[in-house]
């Protein structure tokens, strides 16, 4: 219980021995200098004074920009965005995309010879609608790659690949 009653006065003791140090050894008053120092910011914020219109229409201008350049700087330290990261091989392929307003364009995303980087043709392998293959044809160097699946579904295999390349960033180790 001793123990308990020491601790007690110690850390009762401890704080105020020091504030009391602490305000004999300094030359002034840290509280009247803080709150001085408040009352002159706020003096500032509530002062009046007149700007004529065209500064003022200058600052309502740059704030914005100053602000989204900021932002700008903060998210992206390295220079180095997904938005450079517009081609890649998949499934044997080189593949060539484009972004509109950051995202992925789908619309865009283009299948090129591995060879001779000519835009490859689909053809549909069979004529019966039930098989579901096509084959990319290059009608330059002949070069052709089959696939067991429909076009568009290669092309989505393909998004989602280069999504998850994003989205790890192993786009940046390549």
């Known amino acids: 219980m001793k123990k308990h009653i020491k601790k007690f006065w110690l850390l009762l003791i401890v704080p105020v021995a020091v504030g009391l140090l ?10 009247a200098a803080v709150w001085s120092v408040l009352k002159w910011i706020w003096s ?19 704030i914005p920009a100053f602000i989204l350049i900021l ?30 307003w950051g995202e992925l364009y789908d619309e865009s995303i283009v299948p090129r010879c591995p060879q001779c980087k000519s835009v490859l043709q689909p053809v549909e392998e069979s004529g019966y609608r039930v098989v579901d293959d096509i ?21 989505d295999r393909v998004k989602r690949e280069i999504d998850r390349k994003i989205v790890t960033r192993e786009y940046l180790k390549a």
């Open 44 to 62: 500032l914020l509530v002062a009046k004074f007149s700007l004529p219109v065209w500064l003022i229409l200058l600052l309502m201008l740059m």
């Open 22 to 31: 602490v305000n004999w050894l300094t030359p002034f008053d840290i509280p």
């Open 135 to 155: 084959t990319l044809l290059c009608h330059h160097c002949g070069f052709k790659q089959r696939f067991e699946f429909n076009l568009h579904t290669l092309v």
């Open 71 to 100: 932002i700008a700087v903060f998210l992206n330290r390295s220079g180095e965005t997904h938005l450079t990261y517009v081609s890649d091989n998949f499934f044997g392929i080189s593949w060539h995309w484009q972004y509109t």
